[in-house]
């Protein structure tokens, strides 16, 4: 997207380092910033005096968005809901879209704004040619945060300027430390320590958290999540006892207690029986998976055996895959070579030189034991 004609743009802020370098950038650019921080939970209220104080040394607007009763509602009960039926969710990849954008998006309606913004590393693509928006990959390496955003829609991608999308998040922090940004209590932003993914679990752990929403918000019956159980080989003998389904997820190796000297995985979870199956590596891997519930980006849609990059979780590289779509909607992916531990609830996103081009969920029939 390019910043011609500057005009008003809001910001999301943080009150970390990206997104109050992000401030500075567009004012340099020529744009009227206003900024809005959104209340997602509880925790989000740590950070509420950081940001009024960039805002301040910014000598911009800031507007405070309570959106906790929509966070709560679809992203805490999807987490909840998602980790007791046996997958692996990915809080962000809902939040960005459901939530995050489309409070910036109103809130920019409301204030006249054009475009709204925020410090995240990735780049938006214009395909002319094809009439669509796109992520794709900039220089940030590790940080690159496309695959958290491939859920965004087409009219959320045409109004979003991504100001660091030439960045890496060394040179973000040399900028904060040049401008001399400071957090409420005097401390240089660019020290500040990065935002972790599940921004609403403090220090207590996933485990707990669920453990504590379950207990105050039910079904109470998926408490049974957290009760020891058998630890099965794949032919169903007991070879050890784990400490509640809750705390495993496809692939680990860890955590568990068995009666071998074996390097074991997990493969799955059989909740009537209270049994964690595990296997040797070469049970994790998968040639071919199902992804269900597809958006596309770079793409309108996919052609039956086309040639894609595909990335199964976001630690993950890229790899080369053919996708196949199916008359109900699903996406078969074949891969190359068989990628390690997808995990049903994650996401699969498809890349063509960098470029998101779709993206979908990972089913649960994909890793079924």
Known sequence: MTTESAGKVLLGMSGGVDSSVACFMLQEQGFEVIGVTLLTNPLSLDHLDDVKAVARQAGIRLLVEDVQPRFSNLIIRDFVEAYTSGRTPNPCVLCNPAVKFDALESVADQEGCGYFATGHYAAVRHFADRGRYALTQTDAGQKDQTYFMYRLSQKQLSRLILPLSGFRKEQVRDKART???????????????????????????????????????????WLQLFAPGPVLNPDGEEIGRHRGLIHYTTGQRKGFDVKTTERLFVLGKQPERNALIVGSYDRVKRTTITVVDPVYSGLA????????????????????????????????????????????GQSCVFYDRGCIMAGGYISDESVTV
């Open 301 to 344: 849609r996919i052609e039956p055996g086309q040639r894609l990059m595909a990335r199964i979780r976001n630690s993950a590289a890229p790899v080369p895959c053919e996708v196949v779509p199916q008359p109900d909607g699903r996406i078969e992916v074949n891969f190359d070579e068989a990628v390690a531990a997808p995990a049903a």
């Open 179 to 221: 401008l001399g940004l400071a957090a409420h209590d005097g401390q240089h932003l660019s020290i500040k320590p990065d935002s972790q993914d599940n921004c609403f679990i403090g220090k207590e752990g996933y485990a707990d958290y669920i453990r504590q929403h379950l207990e105050t918000h039910g079904p109470a019956r």
